[in-house]
């Protein structure tokens, strides 16, 4: 079932010996198999008189009544073989098969088949490969990992002063639940590295991650259901302090039970086995929320057990839940009730975004607003499923449907499958709502609880769309998932943990303090300097004529100002509070300023992937324009990383701005280079794969980088000592060589690389090339008439 390397074929050959001896018809066709390491298994079905699809070849002809079939396979071992055999020898086997007609024009040919083995060890990389189960589920678990550090980070932020580091365990085990849930699994079609001709022209599609791993409903209800509505409750204790009103507790733990009945009124059957867990989880759940009244767990204890009893119904309830025909997608009736039931189960992400309206905003919006807000992407999430239903596929007389049905794709429960339109606009509304809660409290000496880990996920949020289509099929992949986790522990270093407060006198330093540090700055370093200069000249002074007095001095009177530790400390502190600064901006306009520099700056080659590749995770069927949008959010995503540096500047890792621009490249590398290396020598994602193309792109996309955050590094510099009334020269002193090589040189390397790259494409469209004859293995296969009616 792979698909093969490459065919071959020639001119059909018709030679007759005589005008009365039958006539010998040759015909050619090769398939080469894919390049792979390890036990290669081939099965040829053969059928002469009949084709792929068993009917006869010519209508109403003529044909031979005996044919011999030969297959020619040196250096592979045969097994099961099939039908009539003539002769076989160690590299072939011949079959005589007779095509007898016992009544009328009726034709009953025999078929041959025979199974073939060989193992193979290649130099190359293989030109075929299938991810296996368990790789796809721990490159899931990989990405969940890193995602639930940074939640985890976030959710103990907003819970304190009341036990984050519990709250931060609590969502690290809630998150990672997720894992747990992708255990019921088909069975896979095919082994690794087997494939099938039939009549050496039926060849099957590849295999699509779909027929090894299928994300099921359990897996589905958790993510879109009760993490959202846990997700929900914690919003109103972050924005209220106080545990979630029994309403809401009540209208969380409905909808199952009401879905539950729709399918009943639809027709579908419950077992009463399903009735009677469902009873004892109602047990379970109530004699938990009430254990805070009887048990001596306090006063947090009391307030908090009825959300406790109504997790563990929602839990429970929706794993029954997710085991119905219904929401699996196993039913064939689809009718009104059975999508009520569907439906009723898709609105707590939708009521959360809405939720986090308050939070964000800085205020509560009115009732009318939220509900408006909360239909509207209620109905944004649905929109497809709901268009796929209404929409009729047309056929003909005969059945035959007359186009293409492609919304047969979301055709399909909400909870199952790929779908990649629900989780982009979950991913659009996020970063939106994390861009505007920073702008609410992107003021001079303004403060928020969640603004440094937000600074951590809108990394993350780049990370995922840095190749366009934040979907669980990226997520499955080795370089998406990998970089996923990484971006998430390199933000934990990149923004360090509690530097809001650290560094909070830093986010809050006037345009007037901002030159002030600056010029005490400037004057400690020529101060330094010039210290080392005396030190140097002053062993020809001593000797001449200078007294050690007049020495010593000197020598005090050139000490670096400040009375704290040694003087390279004092130099340190000085150049932090100088170049560590937004020099009298508010992080706010700092931070749209650099992300619209950052997507000046990559401009050229975010233009030039848009133009040349598509999104990596896409769908085979992308309702409203959704390429267009992955390509949108692709091209867009420079500007989150510049972004990030000009909001959250005062709180990054280094001193200078060249400093933490390094460690910002360093932080976001993974999203760039671990997808591009798995897209050009994983053979599941490419036609071609080579370490020449992973050399190329992985080093063209590190030149790209650099070439953006040195150049925004540099950029903030020159910012800096012009807002100070300073010129450029003051701050980067130009006549000292370590000040121009190492940013210049950094700059010309990357840039170079980058430009030989772009020029090359050999990264972004790598090109199928022909197998070598000597390196693939092709069996071939020759049918020629022994004798025919008429001769």
Known sequence: MPDFDGTKSRPIRVTQRSARAPAQVQSFYGLYLNRQSGVQRLTIALCPVTGPDGRELVDGGDYPDVWLVTVRAPKWSYSGIVGSVESQSESSVTWRVEAAMPSGKTRTPSN????????????????????????????????????????????????????PRRWAIATLLFTAAACPFVVNLPTPLVQPGSAHFNNLFDTSPPISPADIWTPQAVLGLWLWYVLPVSAWWFTHRAVTGRPPPGRRLIASCVPPLLSLAFMTAGGTVLNTGLWARLAAAAVLALALATSGQWLNTGAAGRRWAPTAGALLWTVLVTYELGQTSVIADEHLLVNGWNTAAVLICTWPAAAWLSSLLTPALRCTPRLAVRTICFLILWVAVICPFVVAYLRVARYDIDGNQL????????????????????????????????????????????????????????????????????????????????????????????????????????????????????????????????????????????????????????????????????????????RRFALGTNAGRSPWTAGIDAAGRAQLLALPWSAYKAATSGTVGADY??????????????????????????????????????????????????????????????????????????????????????????????????????AAGMKWSQVRNFRRLSSITVPAGTILVAGATAFATTV?????????????????????????????PTG
């Not at 041959?112 to 290649?122: E, M, P």
């Not at 790789?135 to 002063?161: C, D, H, K, N, Q």
């Not at 090109?767 to 025919?788: G, M, R």
């Open 403 to 574: 186009e293409d049905d492609l919304w047969s794709q979301y055709r399909v429960s909400l909870f199952t499958g790929y779908a990649a339109w629900p989780l982009f606009v979950i991913t659009i509304c996020g970063i939106a709502l994390q861009i505007a809660y920073l702008w609410r409290r992107g003021a001079m000496g303004d403060t928020g609880r969640a603004v440094e880990p937000l600074g951590r996920v809108l990394l993350v949020c780049a990370a995922l769309t840095a190749f366009g289509s934040p979907n669980l099929r990226t997520v499955t992949m080795w370089g998406e998932a990998l970089a996923t986790a990484l971006v998430a522990i390199a933000s934990l270093i990149l923004l360090p943990l509690g530097s809001d407060a650290s560094r909070a006198r830093l986010r809050r330093v006037s345009r007037r303090g901002h030159a002030r540090f600056m010029d005490r700055w400037i004057t400690t370093q020529l101060i330094w300097d010039t210290r080392a200069d005396f030190q140097r000249s002053a062993r020809s002074a001593l000797a001449d004529d200078m007294t050690v007095p007049d020495f010593s001095d000197r020598w005090r009177e050139l000490a670096v100002p400040g009375r704290n530790r040694d003087p390279e400390s004092r130099l340190r502190r000085a």
């Open 621 to 722: 069927f992308m309702p409203f324009h959704l390429d267009a949008m992955f390509q949108t959010l692709r091209f867009t995503h420079w500007a989150l990383y510049g972004f990030v540096y000009g909001y959250f500047y005062a709180l990054l890792r280094g001193l200078t701005p060249v400093s933490k621009a390094a460690w910002l490249t360093l932080a976001i590398l993974p999203a760039e280079i671990l997808p591009l290396a798995t897209l050009t020598v994983d053979p599941q994602y490419t036609q071609a794969p080579s370490v020449n193309d992973l050399v190329t792109g992985c080093a063209g996309v590190a030149g790209q980088t650099l070439v953006l955050c040195m150049l925004l590094a540099l950029w903030w510099e020159w910012s800096l000592a012009r």
């Open 112 to 163: 041959c088949s025979v199974d073939l083995t060989r193992t193979v060890k290649t130099t190359k990389l293989p030109t075929a490969r299938h991810q296996t189960r368990s790789e796809m589920l721990t490159a899931f678990a990989v990405a969940v990992g890193g995602i639930s550090a940074i939640a985890a980070a976030l959710v103990a932020r907003l819970a304190e002063p009341a036990a």
């Open 760 to 788: 090359a494409g050999t990264w972004a469209q790598p090109e199928l090339k022909p197998p070598d004859a000597v390196q693939s293995a092709q069996p071939t296969q020759q049918s020629e008439p022994k004798s025919s």
